[in-house]
Antibody
Framework: QITLKESGPTLVKPTQTLTLTCTLT??????????VGWIRQSPGQALEWLAV???????RYSPSLKSRLTIAKDTSKNQVVLTMTDVDPKDTATYYC????????????WGQGTVVNVSS | QSVLTQPPSMSAAAGQKVTITCSGS????????VSWYQQFPGTAPKLLIH???KRPSGIPARFSGSKSGTSATLGITGLQTGDEATYYC???????????FGGGTKLSVL
């Protein structure tokens, strides 16, 4: 069974750029219908979708965060990288990556999440 | 404020049935598939239902999903204390456009 694992800094200063990496245990990113998305959850809050990238390099972003986000994949490394610019304390959250299958229209496998604190 | 509305909390007795609703609009639930996720505190969400009413392998038949118009529902029968969790609906919103999650429903099993 494929697994996903998030990695990145635990502490980022305001206005800096946050870079998060999602590493998959299998080379799924070449398979048609496979996507990887990022979802975050601020403490005590609901899930918030950020971005998703598909096997064919199709990318979609949250309209409210689009100007600050970049998602990219490195198929050779089985990784998906999310970059968020100009972070703010409101970006403090647990960040999850998850596999999205077009045949399911859902995120079927999730990483454990990585906690990011934005503070000076 | 999510475009998908869920009751913040619900409670029901063990062994009973509960129905959690997710209300949307013609730009999201009305025309796109709905998924449901279960999340326990401190853990990642888990997929329960996809494509409105399909259960992934390993999800008990106690969990069911349905959709009618601009609303979707998650049903859980034979409630167990282990079902105490927060449940989220999710779909694509064609107006935004983007994926959207509901605000979540925290379920208590008495």
């Amino acid at each position: 069974q494929i697994t996903l694992k998030e990695s990145g800094p635990t502490l980022v200063k305001p206005t800096q750029t946050l870079t998060l990496t999602c590493t998959l245990t299998e080379s799924a990113l070449r398979i048609a219908g496979v996507g990887v998305g990022w979802i975050r959850q601020s403490p005590g809050q609901a899930l918030e979708w950020l971005a998703v990238i598909y096997w064919n390099d199709d990318k979609r972003y949250s309209p409210s965060l689009k100007s600050r986000l970049t998602i990219a994949k490195d198929t050779s490394k089985n990784q998906v990288v999310l970059t968020m610019t100009d972070v703010d304390p409101k970006d403090t959250a647990t960040y999850y990556c998850a596999r999205r299958l077009t045949v399911l229209n859902a995120f079927d496998i999730w990483g454990q999440g990585t906690v990011v604190n934005v503070s000076s | 404020q999510s475009v998908l509305t869920q009751p913040p909390s619900m409670s029901a007795a063990a062994g009973q049935k509960v129905t959690i609703t997710c209300s949307g609009s013609n730009s999201n639930i009305g025309i796109n598939y709905v998924s449901w996720y279960q999340q326990f505190p401190g853990t990642a969400p888990k997929l329960l239902i996809h494509d409105n009413d399909k259960r992934p392998s390993g999800i008990p038949a106690r969990f069911s999903g349905s959709k009618s118009g601009t609303s979707a529902t998650l049903g859980i029968t034979g409630l167990q204390t282990g079902d105490e969790a927060t449940y989220y609906c999710e779909t694509w919103d064609s107006l935004s456009p983007g994926l959207v999650f509901g605000g979540g429903t925290k379920l208590s099993v008495l």
